[in-house]
């Protein structure tokens, strides 16, 4: 697992990550683009929207 701030998204694996308003997003990524299950929370950690990704393009519906 990978903890970063939003504009270092690069690599492989599970990334956590941190944006300046408190909210944050968990996802993976596969040669440098998303790939697979990604969520976001807001700054008080309710869930607000999922997708899912495959091979860095949104595939399939969000839910908010």
Do not use: P
Request: glycine share 16%; aromatic share 14%; hydrophobic share 20%.
């Amino acid at each position: 697992m990978v903890k970063r701030n939003h504009k270092q998204c690069q690599g492989d694996g599970l990334v956590i990550e941190y944006y300046s308003n408190g909210h944050s997003c968990e996802g993976y990524y596969q040669g440098g683009v998303e790939e697979g299950a990604w969520r976001w929370w807001d700054e008080n950690g309710n869930k607000q929207k999922a997708c899912h990704y495959k091979e860095g393009l949104k595939d399939g519906l969000w839910t908010e």
